[in-house]
C-alpha cells in the first residue's frame, strides 16, 4: 500500500507545488504593475525626452515622448495589434538605422488589416511613445529563467507608408493587467486547494476499501 502511494502522492505533491508557485508569480507581477501605473502615470504629462539607444528601460522613461531619425528600415517584423479605433490587424515594427554605431531603434510603424503587405517606407523623422519591445518569454522561462533584457520601442503618433495608426500604450492596460494577475492568482490558488482535496479524498476512500 505504501508503494502503491509513492508515485501518485509525488505528482499531486509537484502539480500542487507548481500552481501554488504560479499564484505566488501572479502576486508578483501585480505587484509590478502597480508599482509600474504609479510611475507611468506621472510619465504621460512629462516633456519629450530623448530615445534611449538599448534597454533596459528605465520606468521614469516608459510613457514618455519621444523622437528619432530613422536613415533606413533594416528589417521589418510582424506580430498583431490594433489601431487606435480598437480594430485588430497585423503590427509592423520596423528596425531603424539611426547613425553608423550602435543598436537599431525599435518602431511600430502601424497596423494593417493583411500580412506580408509591403510597407512604402523607409525611413524619416518620427516621434510617438516611449514603450518595450514585445516579451516572447515562455510562461516557464519567465518563472525559472532569467529575464530578457527587453528593448525600447517607439509607438509612433501617426502610421506610415500607409499604415493605420497603432494604439499607444495606455494606463487602462496596465489597470487590465493588473486585474487580471489578481484574477490569476486567486484561480492558480483554488486549482491547488481542489487538487489537494480530491486527492485527499480520493485517498481516503482508498484506504478505507482496502
Known amino acids: 500500500m505504501t508503494r502503491w502511494l509513492i508515485i501518485p502522492t509525488f505528482f499531486v505533491t509537484l502539480a500542487v507545488a507548481t500552481m501554488v508557485a504560479l499564484g505566488f ?19 504621460s504629462a512629462k516633456l519629450a525626452i530623448a530615445y534611449p539607444k538599448q534597454g533596459p528601460v528605465s520606468v521614469n522613461a516608459l510613457h514618455r515622448k519621444s523622437s528619432l531619425n530613422c536613415l533606413r528600415v533594416s528589417k521589418w517584423r510582424e506580430d498583431s495589434g490594433s489601431d487606435t479605433l480598437g480594430k485588430t490587424g497585423t503590427r509592423y515594427l520596423a528596425e531603424c538605422v539611426t547613425d553608423a554605431e550602435g543598436p537599431a531603434a525599435l518602431i511600430v510603424a502601424g497596423i494593417s488589416a493583411r500580412p506580408n503587405q509591403k510597407v512604402d517606407w523607409n525611413g524619416g523623422l518620427v516621434s510617438g511613445v516611449i514603450t518595450t519591445e514585445p516579451d516572447r518569454q515562455s510562461l516557464i522561462a519567465k518563472l525559472f529563467a532569467k529575464p530578457a533584457t527587453l528593448r525600447p520601442m ?15 500604450p495606455s494606463l487602462e492596460k496596465i489597470q487590465r493587467k493588473i486585474s487580471s494577475n489578481g484574477f490569476y492568482a486567486i484561480q492558480w490558488f483554488l486549482f491547488a486547494s481542489a487538487a489537494a482535496i480530491i486527492y485527499i479524498l480520493a485517498l481516503r476512500k482508498r484506504v478505507r476499501a482496502s
Open 154 to 168: 517607439l509607438v509612433l503618433k501617426q502610421g506610415v507608408g500607409g499604415l493605420r495608426t497603432a494604439e499607444p
Open 25 to 43: 508569480w501572479q502576486l508578483q507581477r501585480k505587484a509590478e504593475n502597480e508599482m509600474l501605473l504609479r510611475y507611468v502615470s506621472a510619465n
